[in-house]
C-alpha cells in the first residue's frame, strides 16, 4: 500500500468517527424532540379536563347569576304591587262602610225634609227610632256591638269611669249606675270604651 492509500484510509477512519457523533447527537436531539411531543401532548390531554371543568363552573355561575338577578326583580315587582294594594286599602278602605250607610243617610234626609209634613210629634219620634235601629242593624252586620252597661260590674277593659256616684249603698258599688256615652267593639275588639257612672 501506498503512503498515499494510507493517509486517505486514515482520513476517511477519521472522517467515520466524525460522523459517528454526530449521528448520535442527532438520534438524542430527536428523542428528546419525541418525548418533548409526549410530554405536550400528555399536558394538553391533562388540560382538556381542567378546561371542561372551568366551563361547567363558568356555565354554573352564569346560570345562578341569572336566577338571582330574576329572583330580585320579582321581588321588586311584589314590593310595588304589595305597596300599591296598601294604598288603595288604605284610600278605599272605608269604602264598604260607607256604602252600607249611604241608606241611613238617604234615611235621615227624607225625614228631615218631611218634618214639618208630620202630623204629631210621636211620627216624627217613631220614624227616627225606624233610622236608628236601620243604622245599628247595618253595623251588627259588620261585626259592631254595644258594650253592654245595664246593671253590670264595671270592668276598665271595656268601661271608662267619668264619674263617681255616692250615696247608693253596698250593692251598687262597683256596678255601673248610668252610662253617659255607649262603648262599642268590632270583632270582639274595643274601639270605643263605654263613659260610665259608677256607685261608689
Known sequence: MSKEEKEIKVEDANLKQEEQPQTTEANNE???QEDTADNMQQEETAAEPA???LEKAQAEIAAL??????TMAEFENYKKRTLKEKTELILNGGEK???????????MERAISNADKAESLAQLEEGWELICKKLHKILEGMGVKQID???ADF???FHEAVAMVPG???DKKGKIIDCVQTGYLLND??????KVAVGQ
Open 97 to 107: 262602610t260607607i256604602t252600607a250607610i249611604l241608606p241611613v243617610l238617604d234615611d
Open 149 to 151: 252597661t245595664h246593671d
Open 65 to 70: 347569576k341569572d336566577s338571582y338577578l330574576r
Open 155 to 157: 270592668d276598665v277593659d
Open 168 to 170: 247608693m249603698g253596698d
Open 30 to 32: 430527536a428523542a428528546s
Open 51 to 53: 378546561q371542561t371543568e
Open 189 to 194: 275588639k274595643v274601639i270605643r270604651h263605654a
